[in-house]
């Protein structure tokens, strides 16, 4: 069955590079995406990935992706105060018909002034 | 605008009760879903609808029940509330499968059953 991972929390400086780091079990996933989630809101979508590409650059966002070990992260760089948030990393499968999202258990992103 | 909306943003009841979350969205999408988030903040699938259709059901008592009268709504509606059904619920809506868009979001239901 689909499982994904991420660490609960991440500290960092603002001004700071921040990464945050996600494993994932489907190897047929097609497409990885990262979440944003600010106190008491919905979840916003940051970036996403392709399955056949091993980067992806998106102004302060860099995704890498290791299909290989089934890893992903998210580079924030120049980190900011208002990037406190929960993060989400989710892997996209097929289901019959349909797909679906499978969600990490998020990262606390903490940006310390 | 452009969105996903979902209605109450929040939601206080006794045990018991029976009560139902409406969800729209105007992008066109087919398929439209509910996610559940803890208190924990994990988030789990709980129903897919792809033009009216249900094509994904987890493990979800039977007291939850969607329904969808056109690809542009989708209702859940929760009879005999239980204090575990406190959460946030999410609606989400995709375009049709083999397109990169991801998933875009309501802005949550909060449900507190006491």
């Known amino acids: 069955g689909e499982d994904v991972e991420q660490s609960l929390f991440l500290s960092v400086r603002e001004g700071d590079s921040s990464v945050i780091n996600c494993t994932y079990t489907?190897?047929?996933?097609?497409?990885l995406y990262w979440y944003k989630q600010e106190p008491g809101a919905g979840l916003q979508l940051l970036t996403y990935?392709?399955?056949?590409?091993d980067m992806k650059q998106d102004q302060r966002l860099t995704v890498l992706l290791n299909k290989k070990d089934k890893h992903l992260s998210l580079r924030i760089a120049d980190t900011q105060t208002g990037d406190s948030a929960i993060y989400f990393c989710a892997e996209r499968t097929a289901v019959g018909a349909g797909n679906m999202l499978t969600f990490g258990g998020g990262t606390r992103l903490m940006v310390k002034p | 605008d452009t969105a996903v909306s979902q209605t109450p943003k929040y939601l206080v009841t006794q045990m018991g009760n029976d009560k139902s979350i409406k969800c729209e969205q105007n992008l066109g999408h087919d398929t439209m879903y509910w996610y559940k988030q803890d208190s924990k903040k994990f988030l789990k699938i709980m129903f897919s609808?792809?033009?009216?259709?249900?094509?994904i059901n987890e493990t979800v008592p039977n007291r939850f029940s969607p329904k969808s009268p056109d690809k542009a709504h989708l209702n859940l509606h929760i009879n005999s509330l239980e204090l575990g059904d406190s959460a946030v619920y999410f609606c989400?809506?995709?375009?049709?499968?083999?397109?990169?868009?991801?998933?875009?979001f309501g802005s949550g239901t909060r449900l507190t059953v006491v």
């Open positions: 990935i392709f399955s056949n590409m």
């Open positions: 989400a809506s995709s375009p049709r499968r083999g397109r990169r868009d991801g998933y875009t």
């Open positions: 489907d190897s047929s996933s097609t497409y």
């Open positions: 609808y792809n033009n009216k259709e249900l094509i």
